[in-house]
């Protein structure tokens, strides 16, 4: 049984009160008061708990553990002792939000159920929306919209939400779409006539507190449908924030709203085409750096420190091996973070995976070097960029006991 009485379930508009202290538990490390009355909601229903201050300390969460007394979860140790009066006062914002969301759930729910025959298998109510997956595994878009739309319409008639206690046989005989889930007698709220359910928790006094109510996404799950919705001012201030982020996307794009869409799509072919042309421009820019190094050598290897080389150059290299019959090439370049990037490619001279297996065993480590590859390139990334002469002398070596064996 409950050890204080529950205001928040009579009176849920009510953000202060003065109260007791009973006695002080414990919360996962946390001190925790159980207090004479409250109106702090505790988590449940898929409502969390209430947040505020008693006296000046603050509430982080509001639970019930399992002897069923409400523990006020405190964010710092106390001095007070049981017998001391405190002033309770609520995180009101916080409050009047969940009861907005949890009343548009009950509301959500049971348009579902009405025009769609769906149940509400789970819901889940977030600190960004809420969810409710239900029992199907699949919606369509358009029945989407007109649940939106009807419980929008419901919202506009300002319909009262009522609670009422009645006995567990009595439940049973109103019908109600899902079955009950606790013992003994069975609190009940009702939206008009459009929903009766039974819930614990807070909930708004009539739908035009909802405001506005959004569908925002959808997914699977286990096999049912998971949607998710936002109400209340939540609701409004994405409408506010979305409105926003269009006028100032119509400015950037100078492009009315209807046409910011068809702007962004022509922005990124322009920018698919510029990206081409770069491409294609670092490819040759690698080519020309390549030919350098291996300008005035009979034999095709370039061994060399490409720390003069743009970062998309070095990534073009490889294309531009392409043209290249035959070369053998160890290049390395320092990395932001203080590694080295090394790249070697072996190409038309026989042996290529052999070769590389020797370069792996003896120049490899002097760079802490990590990675891999397939004939003809390999690259990756060395730990000790101090290394990069010798490996790339290691790898000279290594080409030329290999040519004169």
């Keep these: 049984m409950l050890t204080c009485?529950?205001?928040?379930?009579?009176?849920?508009?009510?953000?202060?009160?003065?109260?007791?202290?009973?006695?002080?538990?414990?919360?996962?490390?946390?001190?925790?008061?159980?207090?004479?009355?409250?109106?702090?909601?505790?988590?449940?229903?898929?409502?969390?708990?209430?947040?505020?201050?008693?006296?000046?300390?603050?509430?982080?969460?509001?639970?019930?553990d399992e002897e069923g007394k409400i523990l006020h979860i405190l964010d710092q140790s106390n001095t007070l002792v049981p017998g001391a009066e405190v002033a309770l006062v609520l995180d009101w914002e916080h409050r009047y939000d969940y009861m907005q969301q949890h009343s548009a759930q009950h509301l959500l729910s049971g348009t579902l159920h009405r025009m769609l025959g769906v149940g509400t298998v789970s819901v889940h109510l977030g600190a960004e929306d809420m969810s409710i997956e239900v029992?199907?595994?699949?919606?369509?878009?358009?029945?989407?919209m007109r649940v939106e739309d009807e419980v929008n319409r419901i919202v506009t008639l300002s319909v009262a939400v009522t609670s009422r206690t009645v006995s567990q046989e009595a439940s049973k005989e109103i019908g109600l779409r899902r079955p009950v889930k606790v013992d003994g007698d069975v609190r009940l709220i009702s939206i008009g006539d459009y929903d009766t359910i039974a819930c614990g928790g807070v909930h708004v006094s009539h739908t035009g507190e909802l405001r506005y109510v959004q569908y925002v996404r959808s997914e699977r799950i286990r096999g049912h449908l998971r949607t998710f919705w936002i109400a209340g001012d939540r609701s409004v201030s994405s409408i506010r924030r979305n409105k926003s982020i269009v006028d100032a996307s119509g400015t950037l794009l100078s492009a009315p709203a209807e046409h910011i869409v068809e702007s962004i799509r022509h922005m990124q072919q322009q920018l698919g085409d510029a990206r081409y042309l770069q491409q294609k421009a670092s490819v040759r820019i690698a080519s020309l750096l390549l030919e350098r190094e291996l300008s005035g050598t009979t034999i095709p290897l370039a061994l060399f420190d490409a720390s003069g080389w743009?970062?998309?150059?070095?990534?073009?290299?490889?294309?531009?091996?392409?043209?290249?019959?035959?070369?053998?090439?160890?290049?390395?370049?320092?990395r932001e973070d203080g590694k080295l990037s090394w790249m070697v490619a072996l190409k038309g001279i026989g042996g290529e995976a052999e070769l590389f297996k020797a370069i792996r065993q003896e120049a490899l480590p002097a760079i802490e070097g990590k990675g891999g590859g397939k004939p003809p390139l390999w690259q990756g990334v060395g730990s000790d960029s101090s290394g990069k002469e010798t490996f790339l002398s290691s790898v000279g070596a290594i080409f030329d006991r290999v040519v004169h064996d």
Aim: hydrophobic content about 35%; some cysteine; charged content about 25%.
């Design 135 to 144: 029992d199907v595994e699949s919606i369509d878009e358009h029945d989407l």
């Design 310 to 334: 743009d970062e998309e150059s070095f990534r073009s290299l490889p294309e531009s091996l392409l043209s290249i019959d035959a070369i053998v090439l160890c290049v390395v370049r320092p």
């Design 5 to 64: 009485a529950p205001i928040y379930h009579t009176e849920p508009y009510v953000r202060s009160i003065h109260a007791t202290v009973v006695s002080i538990e414990s919360w996962k490390g946390k001190d925790a008061l159980t207090l004479d009355r409250t109106i702090f909601y505790p988590e449940g229903g898929g409502q969390p708990g209430d947040r505020g201050t008693l006296g000046e300390l603050r509430v982080l969460d509001t639970q019930t």
